[in-house]
């Protein structure tokens, strides 16, 4: 990170809320109301930054990606999440911050970049949009780039059935089954070059469809 001094460990204030809201609602629900389970746990990096870079099927990935890693993940959020009762309050607990619609880029890179200085996990979506089976079917560049300024590794996350917890039109979320996969750390591009950006983008994208293959 242009050799600037970056944390190991998110602050220590932000760490306390986060177990407090694991402990006390999101790992609740997720074992039981969700009967989650977690492969790959021994792949997350427990301190020092990360892009964290997964699939995104529902409005509750975030903090269910979150509590399944074991440490609190900063998201790029569109703001309006912001307004929804508890979710809101839950994923800013979680280290999200708003981006407004019409953002440019450059402004959500330089707020992920500056979170990785801190000593968070900072989380991407690959596809940076909510798709219907939460399959990626066109990642975008983003994380890759980030992980290239950063020179931060990333770890692929994907999340399988959280598009069935609230399909559109339903109001109080659905007891569905979900699993969280964690894959192997990826190393950042080598340069912020498109083509190195492109190959890495291939890479977890290929790596998070394969994850999500393998189902419940």
């Known amino acids: 990170m242009d050799g600037t001094l970056v944390s190991l460990r998110e602050p220590v204030s932000s760490l306390a809320l986060y177990y407090l809201f694991k402990w006390s609602a999101v790992a ?3 074992r039981f109301y969700l009967r989650g389970q977690v492969h790959g746990a021994e792949h997350v990096p427990h301190t020092g930054p990360v892009v964290v870079v997964s699939n995104h099927a529902s409005d509750f990935d975030p903090p269910l990606l979150s509590c399944c890693v074991g440490r609190p993940v900063a998201f790029m959020a569109k703001e309006e999440l912001f307004q929804v009762p508890l979710l809101g309050p839950a994923i800013r607990l979680y280290g999200a911050y708003p981006v ?3 953002a440019s880029d450059r402004q959500a890179i330089q707020a992920a970049l500056a979170y990785l200085q801190q000593g968070w996990a900072t989380g991407v979506f690959l596809q940076g949009t909510r798709t219907p089976d ?3 079917t066109d990642p975008k560049l983003g994380a890759a780039l980030i992980a290239a300024k950063a020179q931060a590794p990333l770890l692929p996350v994907c999340l399988w059935g959280t598009e069935a917890i609230r399909p559109a039109g339903r109001g109080w979320p659905r007891c569905v089954p979900v699993t969280v996969r ?4 990826q ?3 080598p340069t912020s070059q498109r083509a190195d950006l492109e190959a890495t983008t291939q890479a977890c994208a290929t790596l998070l469809n394969h994850l999500h293959n393998l189902g419940r």
């Open 134 to 136: 939460g399959r990626i």
């Open 182 to 185: 964690i894959g192997p750390v």
């Open 187 to 189: 190393p950042p591009p």
């Open 28 to 30: 609740p629900c997720f």
């Open 100 to 102: 407004r619609r019409g």
